[in-house]
C-alpha cells in the first residue's frame, strides 16, 4: 500500500492503495466515482475511458503508481452542470440504450474534439472503434459527435 | 390521515428515491443539486405523497410521480411505460417525475422484461391505471364541489367545472383521490386523440445517463460491504474437487475464501432457475481488484462431471433433462450434428404430400446452415448486492424477472416471500441473459454464508465463459420444383444442440400445398438460454436466405416472390395454426420495398440483400446496402421497415431498431463462442469480435406501418432478419453464398 496524492477533476484526491491498482478500480471503489465503468480490464472495450492530461486513456490499464502530476479528468468532472457539448449532443440524439459504455463514450468523444475540433467520418470512426456498444448506437453517436462538433 | 397517504419523513423519501434507478441516490448528500432536466431526478419538496393507483403518487402542491414497473435494461421503458400511464391520466409530460418503482407484483404487475412484452403486457394495464386515477381525482373534485362527474373536464393535470368556474390542481385532491376504491372499466381515450404516446419523448434517464450518476448494480454500495467473486471451473462438464487456499487468503483486503452448494441434491429448479456450476469457490474480500488478484493465487483441482439429471419445472411443466458428462469441442459438434442431420427426426408440422412431391420433382434445391453458440456480452458483466440476515433479504442489482427469482431465493434462503426485497438496479444491457437466477442465487448464498453485505461480481471472463449462451443450430431446407419451376414442397429439418430452432407454424408454413418441418436435439452440459429471439435469428439467417437462392433459382426478384407466396398465404393458407398474419408480413416488405427504392437505378451500385420475418407477434423487414470498404465488405445504409401496432415512444422505437440492426451485423458477421474440451475459447472481447463504430453502417432509415392495432413487441422482431438480409446482401457482394455463421469467418480467412 502506498499514499497518492491524485489530481482529479481539478482537485487533489488521497488514496492509500496498493500501487498497482488500476486507475479504474481507484476511481470506482475508493473515490466513490462509479461513471468511470468496468467492461472488459484489458482496455478491448473503452468503458473505462477517462482523460489524463486530455488524451483518452483506457483506465483499466492505468496502475495507480504511473499516475504522478497528471491530470486525470474523468465523467463526473467533465463539466460542471452535465453540459459538454458532447454530453448535450448525447441528450440531443438521446443516443443511449441501456447506457452502461456511454460515459467511456462520451470521454472518447471528448478528448476526440479537442485533439480534432472538426473530424471527419473516418476519425470519428477509427478513433471510436476500441469503445463497443453492445446496444449498438453506434449511427447515433457518430451523430452526435458531428453535432458536437459543429457546436464547439 | 386518508388510507393510501402516507407522510414522508426525509428519511423515508430517501429509501423511496433508493429504488429509483437502483437505489444509489443515497450516495448524494443534497439531492436538489442534482437537478437536471432529467425526469428521474428526486424533487425534495413537499413529502407527502397521495397513492392514486398503485403506479401514481402525486402532492398536495401537484408533483406527480409515475413508477415505472418493468425492469430497464435498455428498451427505454422507463420512458415509454410512464407515458401510456400520463396519457390517460391527462398531465404534462413535461411536469411529471418518472421513478423504477419497487418489486411489487400485486400492484405493480407481472414486472418482468423479456419476449419483448414489456409494452404489449403493459399496454392495457397502464392505460387502466392512468384513466382509473384520472376517474379517482374526477370523483374527489365532483365531491368536493358537490357536481355531477360528468360535468368535470380535466387538462394537464387540472381539473375544471366549466358550469362554475371551479377549478383545481390534481394535487388538491390526491389525498382524497387516494381513497377512493380504485374505478374498474372506465373508458379509455380514443387512440386517436392520444397527444404524448405516439410523440417522441427523450428517455428520462438520459441526464444520468450521460453525467455518470450511479445507476447500475455495479454502481451499488454500502457501508461495510464486501466483495465477493466466484472461481468457476475453465471447462463445461467439469466440477470443484479442491481447493488451497492458504496463498489467496494472504492477500490483501481477503477476508475470506470457501465452497458452497448452489443448490442440494434433487433440488427441483424453476424455470428460469438455470445454473451451469453448482459447486461454488468463493473469494471475498474488500474490493474487486483485491479478489480479483487474490483469486490468481487459488490452487484448484478440478475433476469431470458423471451424466446426471436435473427436474426442471417450468412454464411448459415439470421436465427432467438429462445433462450428459464429456468435455465437448466445436469441432466434434459440427461433425456431431452434420451426422444427426441425416437421421430420422420427429415430424412438427406436416401438409400435403411433400415425400411424393420430393420424388416427383424436377428440381431440388437442398442447402444446409449452421450458426454457433452466442454469448450475450452484456457490457455490464453480471453482477448483485445481497445482504441476508436471519429474518430478511435485501438484493439490488440487474435482474429482468425479480418474481421469477423471487420464489427460488425465498426457497433457498428458507425465508418468507415478504421478508425478501429485491431493488431492481438499471441494467447494463439483458438480452435474455438477465432473465436466469443463477448470479442472484449465488449473491444470496454468498451473504447468507458471511453474514455481511456483499456484492458478487462477474469478471469479464467469468461472464463470457459461464455459458447460458444461444443455442448452437443448423438446418436443413430443401425446396422442390417442377419442371416450370413453380415450387411443389418444402421441408425444413433443423437440429441444436441442446434444442432446435424450427418455429413450424410460421412462414413459409401456410404458403406451399406440401410441407413438411421436423427437429432433432443432441443434448449437451453446455448451458444455453434466451438471447433475442435465440431460435428466430437463426431462422431467419437460414429461411431467409433459402427463400433468397430459391426465387434467384426460379427466376424471380426476392421481395416477389415473397409477396406471392404470401397472397397464396392469405387468400387460401395452406394447413391449421398458421401463426403470422399474411397481410401484415406483406405490408412490410412493401413498405421497405418502396422506402429502399429497391428498383431504383441509383441504387443498383449497392449489393442489396432484403429479408422479412415475424416473432414476438410483430413484422419486420430490413434491405441492406453493402459496398466494399478497406476490401472487405461493408453494410453502408439499411432500411426497415416495421409493424408492431402502435409505436409508443417514436424516436427511440427507432433507436431500438437501428441498435437491432447493427447487433445483427455484428452477430452474422463476428459473433461466435467455441469451445476445445470444454473450455471456451473466447473469454474476452480481444478473442470474441464485436461490432464497432468503423463496421455499423452510415444510416439506418426505420419506417413503421401506421395502425391502430395494440402495440407488440419491438425488443426482438427487427433483429432476425438482419441476419438474413446481411447473407443475402454478401452473396451480391462476394459471389457467393454463405452457409455458416459467423459470415466473416470465410471471407477475412481469403481476403
Known sequence: MAVYN????????????????????????????PGTKYGCGVAMCGACTVHVNGVAVRSCQLPVVAVGNKEITTIEGLSENGDHPVQKAWLEHDVAQCGYCQTGQIMTAAALLKANPHPT???????????????????????????????? | MENNTTNHSRRSFLKSSLLAGGGLMIHFSGLAKFNFDGKTTGVNGSEEWSEVTGYIKITPDNLIKILNPNPEFGQNVMTSLPMIIAEELDVDWQKIMVEMGPHNNLKLGPQFTGGSNSVRMYWKPLREAGAAARNMLMQAAAQTWGVPIEEITTKAGTLYHEKSGKSGTYGSFASKASAIAIPKGVKLKDIKSFNTVRNSKKNVEGVKIVTGKPLFGMDYKQDGMLVAMIEHPHAFGMKLKSF?????????????????????????????????????????GNTTWQVMNARKKLKVTWEPISEHKETIAGFRGKNEVTIPAGLESSTTQLAKMAQMAKQPAKQLRKDGDPETAFKNAAHILERTYTAPFLAHNCMEPMNFFAHVTDDKALLVGPHQAPGWIEPTVSKILNLPADKIDIQMARMGGGFGLRAYGHYVIEAALISKKVKAPIKLVYSRE????????????????????????????????????PENAV????????????????????????????????GSNFNAASEQSFLDELAEFMGKDPIDFRLELLKRGKENPVGKNNEYDADRYAGVLKLVKEKSGWNAAENKKYSRGVAAYFCHNSYAAHVVDMVKKDGQPYVERVFSALDCGVVINPDAAINMVQGAVVDGIGNALYGGLTHKDGAAEQNNFNRYRMIRMKEAPKKIEVHFVENDIDPTGLGEPPFPPVFGAVANALHKNMGKRFYNQPFSKDFTAKG
Open chain 1, 6 to 33: 491524485l489530481k482529479i477533476n481539478g482537485q487533489t484526491k488521497q488514496v492509500d492503495v496498493d500501487p498497482a491498482t488500476p486507475m479504474l478500480w481507484v476511481l470506482r471503489e475508493h473515490l466513490d466515482m
Open chain 1, 121 to 152: 467520418e473516418a476519425q470519428i470512426d477509427t478513433a471510436m472503434s476500441g469503445n463497443i456498444c453492445r446496444c449498438g448506437t453506434y449511427v447515433r453517436i457518430r451523430e452526435a459527435i458531428q453535432t458536437a462538433a459543429k457546436q464547439q
Open chain 2, 244 to 284: 488451497d487456499a492458504t496463498d489467496t487468503l494472504k492477500m490483501p483486503g481477503i477476508k475470506d475464501v470457501f465452497s458452497i452448494k448452489m443448490f442440494e441434491d434433487n433440488y427441483e429448479q424453476a424455470g428460469f432457475d438455470t445454473r451451469t456450476f453448482n459447486d461454488l469457490l468463493v473469494v471475498v
Open chain 2, 462 to 497: 467469468d461472464d463470457m465463459t459461464y455459458g447460458i449462451y444461444r443455442p448452437m443450430y443448423t438446418a436443413t431446407y430443401r425446396a422442390a420444383l417442377d419442371a416450370n419451376k413453380n415450387l411443389i414442397a418444402f421441408h425444413v429439418k433443423g437440429g441444436g444442440i
Open chain 2, 503 to 534: 418455429h413450424p407454424n410460421r412462414f413459409p408454413a401456410g404458403t406451399v400445398d406440401n410441407y413438411l418441418a421436423e427437429g432433432w436435439e443432441i443434448p449437451s452440459n453446455i448451458t444455453i438460454g434466451a438471447f433475442r429471439a435465440p
